[in-house]
């Protein structure tokens, strides 16, 4: 009897569970950590010649730009970090304001104007190339950037794990929720990739959208979605806590294999060979693969972790 009243006494040991670890000690804190170094370097660099800077740093947000809960949401960071895609266009308009601007306060300026994409149209659009206080604007960019990115891996390092790692709080009241979040994550990642990073220049047969490409003027529309896909790839096995070749591995592999058709056509980094007829068929066949990674998943490692397809911000109202 008194066995059993010290059974029912004792505290309970909640351990948080291990796939959760993993995709936060594997995945998300390191990949938040090196871009909060990538955008360190843009803001070290102090000088218009920055574009290798700004190329890791673009790479290093592209890889976690799934992962917009959280820290990343806080405050708009995400927003202020990336605003893409900007369907009104506000970008030149917003760093036109700025340009103009003595002593532009980059932190209350509007998110268009902001962050690695507005950079890009600085660093790369000959629109921009003889403007009047570009190094500047450019220089006090690569900063704001940076304090964004330090401030989400701080929020991360030393207050949103735990929220992950110790469910039972507001946030998340058990680890199945943690797994949900973490799996929205991995499935919205593929679908931003096949709606908007194909999706978005691929347009219609009869009506291509090539300047709806992202990041076109740096051409890095193509690498983009590789450097998403073998993120995703990472997020997806750190889930299943499966071996990298499994079935989850080969769906992904046929993505890449796909990719690297459209990578072997000419001019095809900034996707404007959607254009050309037999060229688009193989952009598509790279959309079609990714798309089939995501129903697979919605077959097998949805279930698997005990989740349901929950609200996709792309689905709309």
Same mark, same amino acid.
């Given at each position: 009897?008194?066995?059993?009243?010290?059974?029912?006494?004792?505290?309970?040991?909640?351990?948080?569970?291990?796939?959760?670890?993993?995709?936060?000690?594997? /995945?998300?804190?390191?990949?938040?950590?090196?871009?909060?170094?990538?955008?360190?370097?843009?803001?070290?660099?102090?000088?218009?010649?920055?574009?290798?800077?700004?190329?890791?740093?673009?790479?290093?947000?592209?890889?976690?730009? /799934?992962?917009?809960?959280?820290?990343?949401?806080?405050?708009?960071?995400?927003?202020?970090?990336?605003?893409?895609?900007?369907? !009104?266009? +506000?970008?030149?308009?917003?760093?036109?304001?700025?340009?103009?601007?003595?002593?532009?306060?980059?932190?209350?300026?509007?998110?268009?104007?902001?962050?690695?994409?507005?950079?890009?149209?600085?660093?790369?659009?000959?629109?921009?190339?003889?403007?009047?206080?570009?190094?500047?604007?450019?220089?006090?960019?690569?900063?704001?950037? /940076?304090?964004?990115?330090?401030?989400?891996?701080?929020?991360?390092?030393?207050?949103?794990?735990?929220?992950? !790692?110790?469910?039972?709080?507001?946030?998340? !009241?058990?680890?199945?929720?943690?797994?949900?979040?973490?799996?929205?994550?991995?499935?919205?990642?593929?679908?931003?990739?096949? +709606?908007?990073?194909?999706?978005?220049?691929?347009?219609?047969?009869?009506?291509?959208?090539?300047?709806?490409?992202?990041?076109?003027?740096?051409?890095?529309?193509?690498?983009?979605?590789?450097? +998403?896909?073998?993120?995703?790839?990472?997020?997806? /096995?750190?889930?299943?806590?499966?071996?990298?070749?499994?079935?989850?591995?080969?769906?992904?592999?046929?993505?890449?294999?796909?990719?690297?058709?459209?990578?072997?056509?000419?001019?095809? +980094?900034?996707?404007?060979?959607?254009?050309?007829?037999?060229?688009?068929?193989?952009?598509?066949?790279?959309?079609?693969?990714?798309?089939?990674?995501?129903?697979?998943?919605?077959?097998?490692?949805?279930?698997?972790?005990?989740?349901?397809?929950?609200?996709?911000?792309?689905?709309?109202?």
């Amino acid at each position: 009897m008194k066995l059993a009243i010290a059974l029912i006494l004792a505290p309970v040991v909640v351990t948080a569970d291990s796939r959760v670890d993993a995709v936060l000690d594997d /995945h998300i804190l390191p990949r938040f950590a090196a871009l909060s170094a990538a955008t360190g370097a843009l803001a070290a660099a102090q000088t218009c010649d920055m574009a290798e800077e700004w190329n890791t740093a673009a790479a290093a947000w592209i890889a976690v730009s /799934h992962l917009r809960f959280g820290p990343s949401e806080a405050e708009n960071r995400a927003f202020a970090l990336a605003f893409w895609p900007d369907p !009104r266009g +506000s970008t030149p308009k917003a760093l036109a304001d700025l340009l103009a601007d003595d002593a532009p306060v980059i932190a209350d300026a509007s998110v268009a104007g902001r962050g690695i994409y507005a950079m890009e149209f600085l660093l790369f659009d000959p629109a921009f190339a003889g403007a009047n206080g570009r190094c500047d604007l450019v220089a006090a960019l690569a900063s704001d950037a /940076h304090t964004t990115a330090q401030a989400i891996e701080d929020d991360w390092q030393n207050r949103y794990a735990e929220l992950m !790692r110790d469910t039972g709080n507001d946030t998340y !009241r058990d680890d199945t929720e943690a797994l949900q979040e973490l799996y929205k994550s991995l499935t919205t990642g593929l679908d931003f990739t096949t +709606s908007m990073r194909l999706g978005r220049p691929l347009g219609t047969f009869d009506r291509p959208r090539p300047l709806r490409a992202e990041m076109r003027r740096s051409a890095q529309s193509l690498d983009n979605i590789a450097v +998403s896909l073998e993120s995703l790839d990472e997020l997806a /096995h750190l889930l299943s806590g499966r071996d990298p070749d499994d079935a989850i591995g080969k769906e992904f592999d046929a993505a890449l294999t796909a990719w690297d058709g459209v990578a072997s056509l000419e001019e095809s +980094s900034d996707l404007s060979v959607v254009t050309v007829p037999a060229s688009r068929f193989k952009v598509e066949t790279l959309q079609q693969r990714i798309a089939e990674i995501r129903v697979f998943l919605s077959e097998k490692l949805g279930p698997e972790l005990g989740v349901i397809e929950g609200f996709n911000s792309l689905d709309g109202d």
